[in-house]
């Protein structure tokens, strides 16, 4: 019965840990991001709590999305909805192009503030 020599046996953990050291990278970035994802949403969510009052006029949610958004939002009719950019960080430049995009819903039947949702988006750019 032949044994593997003691170089072998090295030369086969080196590889494995060559070889893991990508997966393990690729998986703690996506956690990473994700982290930061979810703590970007809840501080543009905390944001609009504290700006948007319950039932805001459509004013009120249009003076909300130019503080915030530097001029890149509109009003989409169809889905009955203020929608726009946040402006970037330099991280979030960084971060394959990250954009916050804040979402104030409105109420079709009184044309007041529904509620919020604050989407995180990727682009190769």
Known sequence: ???PQPMTRSLRTLL???MAVPFILIVSCNVALSSYDDSTRQKVLRIVAVEVPPHASMKQMERFMMRHTHGRYSYDRFNGQWQGLLPQSRLDRTIFFRQVGVHLKVDERTGTFREASAEIYYTSL
Do not use: E, N, W
């Open 1 to 3: 019965m032949h044994t």
């Open 16 to 18: 494995l840990l060559l």
